[in-house]
């Protein structure tokens, strides 16, 4: 596609409820980036993945996350048993293997939990 | 671990004028690579400039130019001849340049609202 798309664009949900958020990268993109954006805050980094290599799950803050990426394209971020602490910007990010590859962004998804 | 600094979480400035927004950052590496970032209410994140830590020159993009001081670990971007389309937020980021891993990741400030006025 023309850039990297994230669905769904907002998600409300209720609190304990799971939900899945969806990033499809930029066609020929090995490199895969989750951020999180609370309010009032700057991004923090979840996972990346790259190529076929294990993914670095470094970031995520907590068992309920997890994130997995079919065929080295499209990927999923799964939060189980939502908080209201989850509330946030999820945006996912894209590029090509290299230190001074460009990142690409989504538009993020906007999941409030209630 | 690297860490980001932005200390002005909103700035103002009038439409023509010439505004800048000061970044600092910590770490132990000698090479790595700096970015601002500007989201706009849309939320996607828009690379606005980059800056490689071994290059002494600064880098330019149009209206767009930033003082790299690697001594004092400072990145700060100037926006010359502001427009009413700059408004927005902007985040300054660090990344290594140490290949493999997480080192790929991008590490971000906390993110300066910028306002142009009319």
């Known amino acids: 596609g023309a850039g990297v798309s994230q669905s769904p664009s907002n998600k409300v949900t209720e609190k304990g409820k799971d939900v899945e958020l969806r990033c499809d990268p930029i066609?020929?993109?090995?490199?895969l980036y989750w951020y999180r954006q609370s309010l009032g805050q700057g991004l923090e980094f979840l996972i990346y993945?790259?190529?076929?290599?294990?993914?670095?799950k470094s970031g995520l803050p907590s068992d309920r996350f997890s994130a997995e990426r079919t065929g080295g394209s499209v990927s999923t971020l799964t939060i189980q048993r939502t908080q209201q602490e989850d509330s946030a910007v999820y945006l996912c990010?894209?590029?090509?293997?290299?230190?001074?590859?460009?990142?690409?962004f989504g538009q993020g998804t906007r999941l409030t939990v209630v | 671990a690297q860490t980001v600094t932005q200390s002005q979480p909103e700035m103002s400035v009038q439409e023509a004028e010439t505004v800048t927004l000061s970044c600092t950052y910590d770490?132990?590496?000698?090479?790595?690579?700096l970015f601002w970032y500007k989201q706009p209410p849309s939320r996607q994140m828009i690379l606005v400039i980059r800056q490689e830590a071994y290059k002494q020159q600064n880098a330019t993009e149009n209206r767009f130019s930033v003082n790299f001081q690697k001594a004092a670990k400072s990145f700060s971007l100037k926006i010359s001849d502001s427009q009413l389309g700059d408004a927005a937020m902007y985040f300054c980021?660090?990344?290594?340049?140490?290949?493999?891993?997480?080192?790929?990741?991008?590490?971000f400030g906390k993110g300066t609202l910028l306002t142009v006025n009319p």
């Open positions: 066609s020929g993109h090995t490199a």
């Open positions: 980021a660090y990344r290594s340049a140490i290949r493999g891993g997480s080192n790929y990741k991008l590490t």
């Open positions: 993945f790259q190529g076929n290599s294990a993914p670095d």
């Open positions: 770490t132990s590496e000698s090479d790595y690579y």
């Open positions: 990010a894209s590029s090509f293997q290299g230190v001074i590859a460009e990142a690409f």
